[in-house]
Structures are given as structure tokens and as C-alpha cells.
T-cell receptor, first 112, second 114 residues
Framework: EDQVTQSPEALRLQEGESSSLNCSYT??????LFWYRQDPGKGPEFLFT???AGEEKEKERLKATLTKKESFLHITAPKPEDSATYLC?????????????FGTGTKLQVIP | EPEVTQTPSHQVTQMGQEVILRCVPI?????FYWYRQILGQKVEFLVS????????KSEIFDDQFSVERPDGSNFTLKIRSTKLEDSAMYFC????????????FGEGSRLTVL
């Protein structure tokens, strides 16, 4: 069974204090790894797709990286508006390939 | 910017009652999904739908659940006889391509079963 584990569960940063969120995964054949942002009471919002080890994607203050076992979401000089829960998800080649399996997320709070 | 819309935003129902949650996916998307999120827990896959039939479903999606695309624009999730444990946020999502995890989610329908 596909598994996604995110750490830490919660992270509190001062504005401008860079950090990284971790996502480790176990799948039998990774089709893709995805990062989403979820604001309270809202649906997840797509951020990045990563397909193979070594791949990197960037968007504003966020950069996602991928290895064979984990992914990192690096947040550089965060601002209060970056406060949200960040979800990692995977899609596997085996079995039903349309299913996306989510982790429990990292709740990020950026303090002004 | 096109978006996925869901109604109702919140529904309260008595245990054993039928509930229908409605979604209008993005118009040029071909793949439709329902996910749910129990309060404080992770987002869980329920079902995917393509070409007017279910293409994949999870073990959560038992005989009490059904999906339908009745008129070419709406996509519905029906829970036949609700249980307390069905209380959750239900998210509809759509995508252009089955090979992408780039899902576009709606804002969700919060279901409270009393």
C-alpha cells in the first residue's frame, strides 16, 4: 500500500526564517509526487509535480525537490501569507493509477 | 480563472438519511473525483470517474455511495443512508489528464451527520 509521511506535523517560523518540509514516501513505482497547499476550510491547491529523482521545481519562495525516497519543500524567506497546511501526495503505477494518496500535511505558521 | 464549484457548502442531516452533494467540474476537464477529509485527518480518495463510468474506487466507497454525471455538467455524490462516521468535508476535483496528479479541487461540502 502506498504510504506518505510528512514531517514535522507543525512548524512555526518567523517571517524571513527559511526552512524545509519533508515528505517521505513508499510506493511500488512512483508515477508522480505532488505538493499542494491547503488553507483552513478550503480545498487543496496544486503547487508542483515532480516525476523523477533529481528534479526540482520553483514557484516564488517555494522550491520542491525529489529523491528516490523523499521530497523536500524548501521555503525561502517566508511571509505570513505562506501560512497554510502543505500536503504531499503520490500517484503510483501499480494498481489503480488514478488514485492520489495524500500525507497528513505540515501546518506552517509564519509570524510577522 | 475556471474553478470547480460545489454545493451545498454545509449540510446537516440525520443518521440514515440520503444526501446528495453536487459539483460542477471545470468545463474542459474529462476526469472527475471525490475525496473526503475527516476533521484533522488526511485527504482520502473515494472515487474517480471518466467517460460516464467509475474508473477506480477505494475501499471507503462501498455500496452506500454512488456517483453520477446526470447532465453533462454536474457531477454528484450520493450517500444512500448516512452514518455518523460519514461526517467529513467532501471535495470534488477534476483534471484534464489521468496521468497527472494536478487536481483542481472545489472548496468542499461539509457534511455533518447527527
Amino acid at each position: 500500500e502506498d504510504q506518505v509521511t510528512q514531517s514535522p506535523e507543525a512548524l512555526r517560523l518567523q517571517e524571513g526564517e527559511s526552512s524545509s518540509l519533508n515528505c517521505s514516501y513508499t510506493v511500488s513505482g512512483l508515477r508522480g509526487l505532488f505538493w499542494y497547499r491547503q488553507d483552513p476550510g478550503k480545498g487543496p491547491e496544486f503547487l508542483f509535480t515532480l516525476y523523477s529523482a533529481g528534479e526540482e521545481k520553483e514557484k516564488e519562495r517555494l522550491k520542491a525537490t525529489l529523491t528516490k525516497k523523499e521530497s523536500f519543500l524548501h521555503i525561502t524567506a517566508p511571509k505570513p501569507e505562506d501560512s497554510a497546511t502543505y500536503l504531499c501526495a503520490v500517484q503510483a503505477y501499480s494498481g489503480g493509477y488514478q488514485k492520489v494518496t495524500f500525507g497528513t500535511g505540515t501546518k506552517l505558521q509564519v509570524i510577522p | 480563472e475556471p474553478e470547480v464549484t460545489q454545493t451545498p457548502s454545509h449540510q446537516v442531516t440525520q443518521m440514515g438519511q440520503e444526501v446528495i452533494l453536487r459539483c460542477v467540474p471545470i468545463s474542459n476537464h474529462l476526469y472527475f473525483y471525490w475525496y473526503r477529509q475527516i476533521l484533522g485527518q488526511k485527504v482520502e480518495f473515494l472515487v474517480s470517474f471518466y467517460n460516464n463510468e467509475i474508473s477506480e474506487k477505494s475501499e471507503i466507497f462501498d455500496d452506500q455511495f454512488s456517483v453520477e454525471r446526470p447532465d453533462g455538467s454536474n457531477f454528484t455524490l450520493k450517500i444512500r443512508s448516512t452514518k455518523l462516521e460519514d461526517s467529513a468535508m467532501y471535495f470534488c476535483a477534476s483534471s484534464r489528464d489521468q496521468n497527472t496528479g494536478e487536481l483542481f479541487f472545489g472548496e468542499g461540502s461539509r457534511l455533518t451527520v447527527l
